[in-house]
């Protein structure tokens, strides 16, 4: 039973690691081309597994937007840039393992 309380237990995560796993979402599901994964349900995704704090997933999407790893439509969707998938899994696996 102890084991199981502290698996539910919210972390904190960096800023990177947070940017590592939209980006292992984006990819894991395929969100790269014609798939895209709407904006809000990323959000609300990734903030259920940290503390709750929408403002700073939504930066950190916003950041990934900004480097040109994460493609914004106009329907306020997101998916991976399949061009840049080399520099995507690099960035996972150099910050989500940590």
């Given at each position: 039973?102890?084991?199981?309380?502290?698996?539910?237990?919210?972390?904190?995560?960096?800023?990177?690691?947070?940017?590592?796993?939209?980006?292992?979402?984006?990819?894991?599901?395929?969100?790269?081309?014609?798939?895209?994964?709407?904006?809000?349900?990323?959000?609300?995704?990734?903030?259920n597994r940290i503390k709750r704090n929408g403002k700073k997933v939504s930066k950190c999407?916003?950041?990934?937007?900004?480097?040109?790893?994460?493609?914004?439509?106009?329907?306020?969707?997101?998916?991976?840039?399949?061009?840049?998938?080399?520099?995507?899994?690099?960035?996972?696996?150099?910050?989500?393992?940590?």
């Amino acid at each position: 039973m102890v084991y199981l309380v502290n698996y539910l237990v919210r972390r904190t995560l960096s800023d990177e690691q947070i940017k590592a796993d939209i980006l292992n979402r984006l990819v894991n599901g395929e969100a790269f081309g014609r798939y895209h994964i709407p904006f809000d349900q990323m959000k609300n995704w990734v903030q259920n597994r940290i503390k709750r704090n929408g403002k700073k997933v939504s930066k950190c999407i916003e950041d990934l937007v900004r480097a040109g790893l994460v493609i914004r439509s106009a329907r306020d969707t997101i998916y991976a840039d399949q061009r840049r998938l080399d520099e995507i899994f690099a960035y996972i696996d150099s910050n989500l393992k940590k």
